[in-house]
């Protein structure tokens, strides 16, 4: 059960360098979402998808773009990777107000 | 705007001490669901319970047991005689029900450490 795919799991970019985290999920959900994970600062959304062809602005968008290529593909984009964007982050998918499941993360690090 | 509030950060107990963990959660819809979930040291987010709005039955599995309270907007969790294993950070989280614009928020988490 492959559930929520994200990749890669981990990634050090530089300065100014731009890319793409890809999202999959197998379970026909309508909903999914693109987190960053911070200390002290919980999950905070950047970007969602409540269903094919509409994305909306979490919390924290700054800085990244999104595309919500299928129902089963959300990908996020980092166009010039800033320091501040050092995180890691997890893609989700759930139906609206179901359970989300989770990705196992992607660990970021721009030097 | 729907907003979910841990004012609890770290909490450190010694093994078999219960320990709650407040959830404090704001909206204007009057249908919503509300989540537990817990990331342990090794990092994946795991699902422990969800809530919707209409259901104020308090619910009980195994050492874990949840209050929830419309009239103080909480949704609060108990771990009874805590374990070294319970250690990680716990989540709550808010979904309103809003169609096309149903987003899935989260508090800050709290950090819970149980020693030995």
Known sequence: NAGVTQTPKFQVLKTGQSMTLQCAQD???????????????????????????TTDKGEVPNGY????????????????????????????????GGVAFFGQGTRLTVV | AQKVTQAQTEISVVEKEDVTLDCVYET????????????????????????????EQNEISGRYSWNFQKSTSSFNFTITASQVVDSAVYFCALSEWAGANSKLTFGKGITLSVRP
């Open chain 1, 27 to 53: 379970m026909n959900h309508n909903s999914m979402y693109w987190y960053r994970q911070d200390p002290g600062m919980g999950l905070r959304l950047i970007y969602y998808s409540a269903s094919e062809g």
């Open chain 1, 65 to 96: 773009n999104v595309s919500r290529l299928n129902k089963r593909e959300f990908s996020l984009r980092l166009e010039s990777a800033a320091p501040s964007q050092t995180s890691v982050y997890f893609c989700a998918s759930s139906e609206i």
């Open chain 2, 28 to 55: 204007r819809d009057t249908t919503y669901y509300l989540f537990w979930y817990k990331q342990p040291p090794s990092g994946e987010l795991v699902f422990l319970i969800r809530r919707n709005s209409f259901d």
